[in-house]
T-cell receptor, first 114, second 111 residues
Framework: NAGVTQTPKFQVLKTGQSMTLQCAQD?????MSWYRQDPGMGLRLIHY???????DQGEVPNGYNVSRSTTEDFPLRLLSAAPSQTSVYFC?????????????FGNGTRLTVT | GDSVTQMEGPVTLSEEAFLTINCTYT??????LFWYVQYPGEGLQLLLK?????DKGSNKGFEATYRKETTSFHLEKGSVQVSDSAVYFC??????????FGKGTMLLVSP
């Protein structure tokens, strides 16, 4: 069972570069989301999706774009990286919005922007 | 808006000690409450949950009770093990299967 797969595991970018963090799930989950984890801040929601073609902003969306062309994939794009985007990024998925359907998390991408 | 406050760590305990990690929340309505655990180098895993007031969630010896009157969801375990060393996150459920997390509490258990 692959679950939620995030690539790459580590990435170093220079300020102003762009990149895409990949997230794929093989559980046919409709709901997917991106969080960033910073020391002393917990996890904060960046963007989320309730199904293919539908995305919305979370708590900290600035500087990030997302799209959801398929049920399986939910990439996160940084168009012009900034040092403030140095963080660990987690993708999560869920079968439904019901509380009995827990979130499944990937193992994260550690991004450093210099 | 919704928010979660949990005790700051690290919490340092000896093996077989009793564990309490406090969590309180602010939310409109009656959200579901969760505890997630993160082991080093890994993503978060659901530890336990409670969906309504007075519900008790439990798993692997951990338990937490949804207290509406005190807006709390404290995590407890009677006897911790070295393998319980991890970061613990309290969270409340939002719309569309999203979560609002606390800042996390690191637990360090020594033999």
């Amino acid at each position: 069972n692959a679950g939620v797969t995030q690539t790459p595991k580590f990435q170093v970018l220079k300020t102003g570069q762009s990149m895409t963090l990949q997230c794929a799930q093989d559980m046919n989950h409709e709901y997917m989301s991106w969080y960033r984890q910073d020391p002393g801040m917990g996890l904060r929601l960046i963007h989320y999706s309730v199904g293919a073609g539908i995305t919305d902003q979370g708590e900290v969306p600035n500087g990030y774009n997302v799209s959801r062309s398929t049920t399986e994939d939910f990439p996160l794009r940084l168009l012009s990286a900034a040092p403030s985007q140095t963080s660990v990024y987690f993708c999560a998925s869920s079968y439904s919005a019901e509380p009995n359907s827990p979130l499944h998390f990937g193992n994260g991408t550690r991004l450093t922007v210099t | 808006g919704d928010s979660v406050t949990q005790m700051e760590g690290p919490v340092t305990l000896s093996e077989e000690a009793f564990l309490t990690i406090n969590c309180t929340y602010t939310a409109t309505g009656y959200p579901s409450l969760f505890w997630y655990v993160q082991y080093p180098g890994e993503g978060l895993q659901l530890l336990l949950k409670a969906t309504k007031a007075d519900d008790k969630g439990s798993n692997k010896g951990f338990e937490a009770t949804y207290r509406k009157e005190t807006t709390s969801f404290h995590l407890e375990k009677g006897s911790v093990q070295v393998s319980d060393s991890a970061v613990y996150f309290c969270a409340l459920g939002g719309g569309y299967s999203t979560l609002t997390f606390g800042k996390g509490t690191m637990l360090l258990v020594s033999p």
